[in-house]
């Protein structure tokens, strides 16, 4: 792994979010079934864990969060689509960056 990643990403994180994935194929179905055909809205339910997180400050709220939304990047619906962007097609940061300093 580069020295970037090292430092600046999660392996627990993923590791947390696979083991979440393979649970809930047990308790609640297919992944496949419920997102792809809508069945289960994935952002609004991404919000949901992360509305959980403000108030409790669990971090699996968020771990779960994340697993809601690669579900939606996997199985988008009509209309979504991915198109890479620049600085200027970002919505930006709350807060200053330091390298914005």
Do not use: W
């Not at 079934?33 to 994935?42: E, H, I, L």
């Not at 991404?46 to 108030?55: S, T, W, Y």
């Not at 600085?87 to 914005?100: A, F, L």
């Amino acid at each position: 792994m580069g020295d970037v990643l090292k430092h600046e990403y999660s392996e627990q994180f993923d590791n947390e979010r696979k083991h979440r994935v393979e649970v809930s194929f047990y308790k609640y179905g297919s992944a496949r079934d419920n997102f792809a055909s809508g069945r289960v809205d994935a952002l609004a339910t991404a919000e949901l864990c992360i509305d959980a997180f403000k108030h409790d400050h669990n971090l699996e709220h968020i771990v779960d969060a994340a697993n809601y939304l690669m579900f939606r990047y996997k199985y988008p619906l009509d209309g979504d689509f991915f198109k890479p962007t620049d600085s200027s097609g970002s919505v930006g940061t709350v807060g200053t960056p330091i390298n914005m300093e």
